[in-house]
């Protein structure tokens, strides 16, 4: 008996890989008139379970193959937020951008590529870091989004200036109610990862009220 040929084998992979474009075509035409509540925290779990499909497949994968260092997750993270974010905040009429390079001094000389960068028409109005966990970066996460803070507020004084990591890596800072910077979920070795009480539902209340 002959064997199939590779590819046809192998399309089964191909073919739900490429699905998943249209899939969340799909979903982001369904969400354009959705009301989103904010004190329901859908967004944060909606996050919190693409986060984990995207572990599930990538950590099992790389242990099937005999990987010893996980693919990376920082992308996903960004692209996972930013589908969200731009969804809701389209509902009130700002705009987002993502690495857009953004002036912060008068010369033109210095700018700064942040994650999220959020607009009402020509005018910034937040600035919002993105972090899996704290990196390479360690303790000095903390000064690090200070000096960037520090920064773009020199030119934009009001703007909302916000950071989100998904593992906490801020301390007991982010048990602060009006804390700008917010782990969402403890890590945990067992997998049993404990929300924070922080959500990304409370940084787009700060961003919507500076609009």
Known sequence: MKNQPLSAIDSAFNNQYKGLLETQRNISQ???NYKFDLSANEITS???ERMMSFWYFN???CKDLGRKVNTTSADFFTETFLFFLKTV??????KLLSEENIQIDKSNK???RPDISVWKEDKLIAVIELK???GWKGKTIIPHLDDRK???QQMYPNLFFGAISFWNCFGEGVKTDNSEYIGLFEFAKDNNHQP???TIEQIIERVTENK
């Open 132 to 134: 899996v966990s704290d």
């Open 110 to 112: 210095k700018t700064i």
């Open 89 to 94: 905040l389209k509902q009130y009429g700002l």
């Open 30 to 32: 369904e969400l354009e």
């Open 196 to 198: 924070t009480g922080k």
């Open 59 to 61: 950590v099992e994968n």
């Open 46 to 48: 909606a996050v919190y």
């Open 150 to 152: 520090k920064d773009i």
